[in-house]
Structures are given as C-alpha cells and as structure tokens.
C-alpha cells in the first residue's frame, strides 16, 4: 500500500489527466449555469454542482501536486487544495443545515477557506524567509484591508445605508464579517505575491487565484445575503472555480529564481511602510468625515474602528520588536567589526572620492605608529613615499572611474610615525555605493619583513657563497631577461665559459681552505679585468661564466685578456701557485634558449681544454652537431647491452722476433642502429658521466673473459687484455668483481690482462695503485696503455705495480726527419722497461720499417695494422692459426 499511492500519484498519465480536470470545471459551470437560467434545475442545484465540481477537481490536482514536487512534499501547496475543499463543502453542508444556518454555514466555510488559502501561499517556497516574515505579511495584510474595509464602510456603506449610526441586523452583521475577512484576507494575499523572492511568476499566478477565489466565495455568500439574482450569483461562483485552477497553474510551473534580499530591506518597519500608512490615513478621513456629517457611531462602525486600532497596534508592536531585534544584530555586528579591524595586522583606512582619509583602524598606531591627527584630513598620497605615490594616486583615481571586479593592488612605501619608510602593500575596493561607507576602502599591510626575506631568498637562491658571485640561476635568469626584453632589436651578445686547470692539485697538495682563497681571488680578478656591464657568475667547481653584450671575436679578445689576468701566480701561504684556464665562447642566437646557449659555451670550453690549457675555443655548427649526437648517444647508451648493440673486436698482440699470436686486446664497439660504429673514446666518457661504466665494463670483461675461456678449451695459448677506465679500477668492488668474474669462467689469473690509460692512473694516484696492487695479488697481469702521451713522472711509473708498458704509437709511427732514423724513441722506451722490469709492447706498427726498427731496439711485443686490424672473434681464431708457429719458426717467442 505504501507503495501503490507513489506509483499511481507519479503515473505518466497524471499530465493529460489535469488538463481534463482543468478543461471540465469550466465546462460543468457553464452547463450548471445554463441549464439553472434555462429552468432545467433549481438554481441552487446548479450552484452546488459548478462550485463543488470546480473545487473538488482543483482539490486533487493541488493536494496531488503537493505530494509529488521534485523538492519534496510541499505544505503550501496541500494547504492551498484544503481551501479550495472548504469552499466545495461549504457548498455541499449549506444546504442540507437548519434554514436559519445555511448562510452561517456557507460563511463559516468562507472563512476557514481564507484562512487556509492564506496559509498556503505563506509557506509556499520562497513567498517568506522565515516565521517572522509571515507574521509581518499576515500584519500587513490585516492592516491594510481593516483600514481600507473601514474607510469605506464609513464613507460608502454607512451613507448608502442613510441617516443613523450605519446597517443593522444579524444579515448585516454576517455581511460585514464576510467582506471584512475577504479585504484581509486579499490585501494578505496580494502583499505575499508582490513581495516573494523566488518563483515570482508562480507566486503571481497563485496570488491571483486565491485573490480570485476568496473574492468569489465573498461575493456568492454576500449575493445570497441580500438575494441577489442567478446570474451574479454564477459569476460569484466562476471565481471559486477559476480561482483555484489559477493556483494550480502557479504552483505547477517552476518561474525565474531571484535571490533572496537582505533581512533589513526584505523585512521593513512600520514606519517604512507606506502601503500601510495610505490605507491607515483613509481611515483617519472616513473618520473624520463620519463625525462630520453623522456625529455617532454605529456597533460596526465602532467595532471596526477598535479592530483598525488593533490591527495597526500589533503592526506596529511587532515592528519595535524587528527594531530592536536588528539594534540587538547590528550591535554585535558592529562589536564583531570593531573586534576584528582592532586585532588585524592590517590598517584599514577609508578614503573619499578626493583621496582624503576619513577613518583609520586602531591597527595604523599599533603598526605603523600613525596618530589619527597623522592621517585623518590629509591626502592619502601625501603619506607615501614621493617616487611612490603618483603611481598610487593613479591607480587609485582609476579605481573611481572606472573600478573593477577585483580590488586594486598597489606597493608603495609609507612614513610611519616615527619618521622611517616602510614598505606596505595597499588593497583598495570601492564602496561608494554602500551609504554606510561612501567612499574607499583602503586595506594597507606592512610587508617589509616578507621583503627582506624574499631578498634574502633571492641572495641565497641567485648567489654563489663563497666568492659573492651570481651563480648559474642567475645567469639562466638574467639571459632570459634579455632574450624577452621588449623593443624592436633584439639583444646580441655572447656567453664565455671558464675552466681552472690546476685548482685539484691546490686541493690535494694544500687543502680546500686554500683552494677557496683561490677561487675568491678568481672571482676578484675576473671582475677587476672586465667592465661594470659585464655579469661574471660562477657556475659551480672551478667553473666561472661572464655575460657580455660583446660580438663573439670581441669576446675573444675579452677571453684572452681574461687569461692574462688568471695567469698570474697565486701568493699563497708556503708559496706561489700557477693556474691555466680554458676558454669557450658561445655567440647568442635568436633561436637558442638561454640553456642551450650555456651549453654551446660550455662545450666550446671542453674542446679547449681537450686540446691543451690556455686556449680558447668558439662554438659552431660543428659543435651543434656534437652536442646533438652527444644528447643521442648518452640518451639511448642506458640497455645497450641488453639490447645486443654492444660488440668485442680482438686485435692480437705478437711477439717481435718471430711475429707468434700471444694475445689479443679486446676493444669494445657499440653497433648504433642508427648511427652505425660508435668508438670507446666517445661513449665510454658518457657512460662515466651517466653512472654506468660499471655496467658497460662488466660486460666487456665478462664477454671478453667467456672468450678467452672458448679459446682455451680449444687449444689456443693465449691472453685476452682489457681496457678498463679510471672510474672503473677506482670503484671499491672492482677487485672483487674481477675475482668473480674470473671464478665463474674457471679462467687463470694469469691469462688475463687489464690495461689502463697513462692519463687516467694519473688522475688519481693513490687509489690506482691499490687497485693495481689488488689486481696483481690476484694474479693478473696488468699493463700501462698510452705509455708517452701523458705526463707520467718516472717516480709515479717506479709506484705502479705494472707488468706491461704499452707504448703508444706517436712513439712508434713517427716519421724520420732528414733522414734520421725511424721510431728514434723505440729503443728508450724499451730500455725503460727492461730496467723497471716491464714487458714493452708497441702500439700503432704499420710499416716493416718500425717493424725492424722495433727488432732492432729490442722490442718484446707489438700490435697494430702490419698484423691485423680489430677483427671479430672468428677472424682473430684465424689469425692464431695461421701465426701459431711464428715467422721465422726457429726464434724464440716472449712471454707477456
């Protein structure tokens, strides 16, 4: 059951029903009404019948609709259809009372009906805010239609009726009452619909059915009173039919929303009321007229007189209630305001349409120590800083000609009272509309702690610390500052890059103190040597910047000078100390990003540096290239090895006297898809810069350690060397790792061969031996690679626990100089080893001259194109095969 209702109430059908419900109440009056003039049936039949079908047709509609609104069940709308119900059983219970009670009752059905009429339309949504707002629409209404109600009675009916104190009688009594209640009741009625805040076109039409439906109740009952003939009667009872469907019709239909008002300006005081004071004088001149020309009053004239008087009185009580409940709420209102202005940090000023401050909050001599007889009466401008305030005033002048949606924000500096400036944010709204404000309001903050924080912040976030240069941020910043500056030429100017040769060593020998009084005179130098304009900023390490507006040959010359200045010797304490540097210039470009442009300097340094200290290097195209294929190579070298692009080629090693395979280098390629062959010497710098050396080298040993392994199951007797990078040897595990890696191809220590480069056992003295040392407690045998290009002291070659001296081919393959001997250095070299107790192999052999000249120095072993290129693993096993006799057969062989 409690589910059936729902279902039928909310029925698709529900829709064409109400419009046949609509549609038959007009049709039933027009036939009552019709066939009772006809004669067809008494009047009174055809009354009932119009009114009670017309009502109870109405009834379900609204009773139905307040059960299923979407917002849920609505009071007003079901009090609404309760009024049209009284009015059908008004109808029905008249005739069938005593005949002496027909009218009363009809008239007591009446009044129940405007009560319940009036009640709907009060709670129907948005017609009132709250149970006092009713109560002041209800008041309204009542005062307005007594007064009006009693201002005709004295100066229509009572004249209408003649001399003497007015109509008389229980008829007359009863007629009063009606027309009395229906005056209320419509003038409450009216005043509720012209006042609703939301849904006003529904609220309108509900207004005018009930306004409609009480009238016609009114007049029916009134019409009968005073036997008034059938067709009036009929059009007494069309409004109590068309009435109601007018109410429907309002309720059904959802109008344009307004928002709701402010309570003081919704809700009013009786002496803002003057709908309520016309009616109130009208009766106030009936009054006086009716003493004027009549001299007594009647019983209705009195009693209506009294009920004018109570009626206004309960107004007007009710509104010094409103008035002091709103005294009580802008009281603490304004306590609230007060409390919250006098605590806030803020300074609130107001400020009229001349700039004048009017008002300041108590917060201006708490923080800024401003007296109102500092600030009141003056130009608020006046207060500010002289360079601050026209900028300022503008901005506040524009605010009143045209103000905007969002507050006006301004910073500007303020003299406090004690005669220092302050920095102050101001945030002005304008109010002017406002009568209580009239003017600006001026929301003002001291900000000068957040200033100096945020200069504080910028120091450490734009400053180098330790030689008080901007540093890489703020070089980054100021070239996009001049790459986006405004104006029709763009900015030209160039990057230099500085590189210290020479600072590691300070470091090591004398400690990093010393070290950073080095870079604190660099940084000195550098900016005594160049012009104000110009930016020095210290990237990071020993690496400094300069920003010039110079073309790049220009910067050149600006580098070198640079040079001369840094090439000085350093006074430190037990001595002096000379630095080189590098230099690279890099010429900006429209195009390029302030990134992108410290790039192509930094790698113009590196090129420098690459080719000797002292030098300078510009960036170009080639460069560009460089960069681009560096970014490629060390984007993609991350899985190479997973991925089967990394390879091992073998270039044997031979013994000198008889040309006997006794061991191969393997030397690792990276098969680039796209790039084809990538050499060691360009991604193995990457691979250490990326972090992954180690696993590049793990494979290379693990590969080259699984072949040697292959090779001597089958017979070969040979070594495997490999090539191993100083980030590499220096890792604490590097040991260790080689011990497992020998363990898990059950490969002889001895077998295999670890070369490392002069340059890069140079870098780091100390930990190289250890490894070195490591390696040789293992078994290993390690080599010296490179042997003549670096600057290996012999103290450091006496240090090594080297087996091998690998010497490089500059040494081998230079050429004779007017006629002199070939590889004139072989012999030394060779000559070196023997007395440190190092097998010398020879590096780059091409010719069958160095070949012999190698014999004849007395060279152990040699590699090189005269043997055979890097091969593949299949084409090295060749090679062994075919020399494992050795050319001539009958000399000895050496043993590396």
């Given at each position: 059951?409690?589910?059936?209702?729902?279902?039928?109430?909310?029925?698709?059908?529900?829709?064409?029903?109400?419009?046949?419900?609509?549609?038959?109440?007009?049709?039933?009056?027009?036939?009552?009404?019709?066939?009772?003039?006809?004669?067809?049936?008494?009047?009174?039949?055809?009354?009932?019948?119009?009114?009670?079908?017309?009502?109870?047709?109405?009834?379900?509609?609204?009773?139905?609709?307040?059960?299923?609104?979407?917002?849920?069940?609505?009071?007003?709308?079901?009090?609404?259809?309760?009024?049209?119900?009284?009015?059908?059983?008004?109808?029905?219970?008249?005739?069938?009372?005593?005949?002496?009670?027909?009218?009363?009752?009809?008239?007591?059905?009446?009044?129940?009906?405007?009560?319940?009429?009036?009640?709907?339309?009060?709670?129907?949504?948005?017609?009132?805010?709250?149970?006092?707002?009713?109560?002041?629409?209800?008041?309204?209404?009542?005062?307005?239609?007594?007064?009006?109600?009693?201002?005709?009675?004295?100066?229509?009916?009572?004249?209408?009726?003649?001399?003497?104190?007015?109509?008389?009688?229980?008829?007359?009594?009863?007629?009063?009452?009606?027309?009395?209640?229906?005056?209320?009741?419509?003038?409450?009625?009216?005043?509720?619909?012209?006042?609703?805040?939301?849904?006003?076109?529904?609220?309108?039409?509900?207004?005018?059915?009930?306004?409609?439906?009480?009238?016609?109740?009114?007049?029916?009952?009134?019409?009968?009173?005073?036997?008034?003939?059938?067709?009036?009667?009929?059009?007494?009872?069309?409004?109590?039919?068309?009435?109601?469907?007018?109410?429907w019709l309002g309720a059904a239909r959802s109008g344009v929303r307004t928002d709701p008002?402010?309570?003081?300006?919704?809700?009013?005081?009786?002496?803002?009321?003057?709908?309520?004071?016309?009616?109130?004088?009208?009766?106030?001149?009936?009054?006086?007229?009716?003493?004027?020309?009549?001299?007594?009053?009647?019983?209705?004239?009195?009693?209506?007189?009294?009920?004018?008087?109570?009626?206004?009185?309960?107004?007007?009580?009710?509104?010094?209630?409103?008035?002091?409940?709103?005294?009580?709420?802008?009281?603490?209102?304004?306590?609230?305001?007060?409390?919250?202005?006098?605590?806030?940090?803020?300074?609130?000023?107001?400020?009229?349409?001349?700039?004048?401050?009017?008002?300041?909050?108590?917060?201006?001599?708490?923080?800024?120590?401003?007296?109102?007889?500092?600030?009141?009466?003056?130009?608020?401008?006046?207060?500010?800083?002289?360079?601050?305030?026209?900028?300022?005033?503008?901005?506040?002048?524009?605010?009143?000609?045209?103000?905007?949606?969002?507050?006006?924000?301004?910073?500007?500096?303020?003299?406090?009272?004690?005669?220092?400036?302050?920095?102050?944010?101001?945030?002005?709204?304008?109010?002017?509309?406002?009568?209580?404000?009239?003017?600006?309001?001026?929301?003002?903050?001291?900000?000068?702690?957040?200033?100096?924080?945020?200069?504080?912040?910028?120091?450490?976030?734009?400053?180098?610390?330790?030689?008080?240069?901007?540093?890489?941020?703020?070089?980054?910043?100021?070239?996009?500052?001049?790459r986006e500056r405004p104006g029709p030429d763009p900015w030209r100017g160039s990057v230099?890059?500085?590189?210290?040769?020479?600072?590691?060593?300070?470091?090591?020998?004398?400690?990093?103190?010393?070290?950073?009084?080095?870079?604190?005179?660099?940084?000195?130098?550098?900016?005594?040597?160049?012009?104000?304009?110009?930016?020095?900023?210290?990237?990071?390490?020993?690496?400094?910047?300069?920003?010039?507006?110079?073309?790049?040959?220009?910067?050149?010359?600006?580098?070198?000078?640079?040079?001369?200045?840094?090439?000085?010797?350093?006074?430190?304490?037990?001595?002096?100390?000379?630095?080189?540097?590098?230099?690279?210039?890099?010429?900006?470009?429209?195009?390029?990003?302030?990134?992108?442009?410290?790039?192509?300097?930094?790698?113009?340094?590196?090129?420098?540096?690459?080719?000797?200290?002292?030098?300078?290097?510009?960036?170009?195209?080639?460069?560009?290239?460089?960069?681009?294929?560096?970014?490629?190579?060390?984007?993609?070298?991350?899985?190479?090895?997973?991925?089967?692009?990394?390879?091992?080629?073998?270039?044997?090693?031979?013994?000198?006297?008889?040309?006997?395979?006794?061991?191969?280098?393997?030397?690792?390629?990276?098969?680039?898809?796209?790039?084809?062959?990538?050499?060691?010497?360009?991604?193995?710098?990457?691979?250490?810069?990326?972090?992954?050396?180690?696993?590049?080298?793990?494979?290379?040993?693990?590969?080259?350690?699984?072949?040697?392994?292959?090779?001597?199951?089958?017979?070969?007797?040979?070594?495997?060397?490999?090539?191993?990078?100083?980030?590499?040897?220096?890792?604490?595990?590097?040991?260790?790792?080689?011990?497992?890696?020998?363990?898990?191809?059950?490969?002889?220590?001895?077998?295999?061969?670890?070369?490392?480069?002069?340059?890069?056992?140079?870098?780091?003295?100390?930990?190289?031996?250890?490894?070195?040392?490591?390696?040789?407690?293992?078994?290993?045998?390690?080599?010296?690679?490179?042997?003549?290009?670096?600057?290996?002291?012999?103290?450091?070659?006496?240090?090594?626990?080297?087996?091998?001296?690998?010497?490089?081919?500059?040494?081998?393959?230079?050429?004779?100089?007017?006629?002199?001997?070939?590889?004139?250095?072989?012999?030394?070299?060779?000559?070196?080893?023997?007395?440190?107790?190092?097998?010398?192999?020879?590096?780059?052999?091409?010719?069958?001259?160095?070949?012999?000249?190698?014999?004849?120095?007395?060279?152990?072993?040699?590699?090189?194109?005269?043997?055979?290129?890097?091969?593949?693993?299949?084409?090295?096993?060749?090679?062994?095969?075919?020399?494992?006799?050795?050319?001539?057969?009958?000399?000895?062989?050496?043993?590396?």
């Amino acid at each position: 059951m409690s589910t059936a209702v729902p279902r039928v109430l909310r029925h698709s059908a529900w829709p064409t029903v109400a419009w046949v419900f609509v549609a038959v109440a007009p049709v039933v009056l027009v036939w009552s009404a019709a066939t009772s003039l006809a004669g067809a049936i008494p009047v009174r039949y055809g009354l009932v019948a119009a009114g009670v079908t017309g009502s109870l047709l109405s009834t379900v509609l609204l009773v139905r609709l307040a059960l299923v609104l979407p917002h849920g069940p609505c009071r007003g709308a079901g009090m609404l259809g309760m009024g049209a119900l009284c009015g059908a059983v008004g109808l029905l219970a008249a005739p069938a009372a005593p005949h002496g009670w027909r009218m009363r009752v009809l008239a007591a059905a009446f009044v129940v009906a405007a009560v319940l009429y009036l009640a709907g339309l009060l709670l129907l949504p948005g017609t009132a805010a709250d149970w006092r707002a009713r109560m002041r629409r209800v008041l309204d209404g009542l005062g307005i239609g007594v007064s009006l109600f009693f201002a005709a009675w004295l100066l229509v009916i009572v004249p209408l009726a003649g001399s003497g104190p007015g109509p008389a009688g229980p008829r007359a009594m009863l007629a009063v009452v009606v027309w009395l209640v229906a005056s209320a009741s419509a003038t409450s009625a009216m005043l509720v619909t012209v006042r609703a805040y939301r849904y006003r076109r529904s609220a309108l039409l509900c207004g005018a059915g009930v306004v409609l439906a009480l009238v016609g109740h009114a007049l029916l009952v009134v019409l009968l009173l005073v036997r008034a003939a059938p067709p009036v009667l009929f059009a007494a009872v069309g409004g109590m039919v068309l009435g109601p469907v007018l109410v429907w019709l309002g309720a059904a239909r959802s109008g344009v929303r307004t928002d709701p008002p402010h309570p003081a300006q919704e809700a009013g005081t009786f002496a803002g009321m003057p709908l309520l004071s016309v009616p109130v004088a009208l009766a106030i001149v009936g009054t006086v007229y009716h003493l004027a020309t009549v001299g007594s009053f009647g019983t209705y004239s009195a009693a209506l007189g009294v009920l004018v008087v109570l009626t206004v009185a309960a107004r007007e009580s009710f509104a010094v209630l409103d008035v002091r409940r709103y005294a009580t709420e802008l009281a603490s209102q304004e306590a609230r305001f007060r409390s919250i202005v006098s605590g806030s940090t803020d300074v609130t000023m107001l400020l009229d349409e001349s700039l004048v401050v009017r008002w300041q909050s108590p917060a201006a001599a708490r923080r800024l120590g401003l007296s109102d007889a500092d600030v009141l009466g003056r130009g608020f401008p006046a207060l500010f800083h002289p360079e601050d305030a026209p900028t300022l005033a503008e901005a506040l002048r524009g605010l009143l000609v045209d103000p905007p949606d969002e507050p006006v924000l301004v910073a500007a500096r303020i003299r406090d009272g004690f005669g220092n400036w302050r920095h102050t944010e101001s945030t002005a709204a304008d109010h002017r509309a406002e009568p209580a404000v009239g003017g600006l309001v001026v929301h003002l903050r001291d900000v000068g702690e957040r200033r100096e924080m945020e200069r504080t912040l910028d120091r450490m976030t734009f400053t180098d610390p330790l030689t008080g240069l901007p540093n890489r941020r703020a070089l980054l910043r100021s070239l996009a500052e001049l790459r986006e500056r405004p104006g029709p030429d763009p900015w030209r100017g160039s990057v230099l890059v500085l590189d210290l040769d020479g600072l590691k060593a300070v470091n090591d020998a004398r400690g990093h103190e010393v070290g950073d009084a080095v870079l604190v005179e660099v940084a000195r130098r550098l900016r005594d040597s160049l012009a104000p304009d110009h930016l020095v900023a210290r990237l990071g390490g020993d690496e400094f910047a300069v920003l010039t507006a110079e073309s790049a040959a220009s910067a050149r010359a600006t580098a070198g000078r640079l040079l001369t200045a840094l090439a000085e010797p350093y006074l430190l304490d037990g001595g002096r100390t000379f630095l080189a540097a590098s230099v690279g210039v890099a010429e900006y470009a429209p195009a390029a990003t302030p990134d992108e442009l410290l790039a192509g300097a930094d790698l113009a340094m590196r090129r420098a540096k690459a080719q000797g200290s002292n030098r300078i290097e510009r960036y170009d195209e080639k460069l560009e290239f460089q960069l681009l294929r560096r970014s490629l190579l060390a984007a993609e070298l991350p899985g190479a090895d997973r991925r089967g692009e990394l390879d091992l080629l073998y270039q044997p090693i031979v013994s000198v006297p008889d040309r006997r395979a006794v061991a191969a280098e393997a030397l690792i390629r990276w098969r680039h898809p796209q790039l084809g062959t990538v050499l060691p010497d360009e991604f193995v710098p990457i691979a250490e810069e990326a972090g992954l050396i180690a696993a590049v080298g793990g494979w290379a040993l693990h590969q080259a350690c699984r072949r040697l392994a292959a090779w001597r199951a089958e017979g070969r007797d040979v070594r495997v060397a490999v090539n191993v990078s100083a980030a590499q040897l220096c890792q604490p595990d590097f040991v260790a790792e080689v011990a497992a890696v020998l363990d898990a191809h059950d490969v002889p220590a001895d077998t295999l061969i670890v070369e490392v480069g002069e340059e890069d056992v140079v870098a780091d003295v100390q930990k190289s031996v250890t490894a070195l040392a490591g390696l040789r407690a293992l078994g290993v045998r390690t080599a010296l690679d490179d042997f003549g290009t670096g600057h290996t002291s012999l103290t450091y070659l006496r240090r090594l626990p080297v087996d091998i001296l690998k010497a490089d081919r500059a040494l081998v393959a230079e050429p004779t100089a007017h006629g002199g001997p070939v590889a004139p250095l072989a012999d030394v070299v060779v000559r070196l080893g023997e007395r440190l107790g190092m097998t010398v192999v020879a590096e780059g052999v091409e010719t069958e001259e160095q070949l012999a000249a190698l014999v004849a120095a007395g060279c152990d072993a040699a590699q090189g194109y005269l043997f055979s290129r890097p091969v593949p693993a299949e084409h090295a096993e060749a090679f062994f095969d075919l020399y494992a006799d050795g050319v001539p057969p009958d000399q000895s062989t050496v043993d590396i």
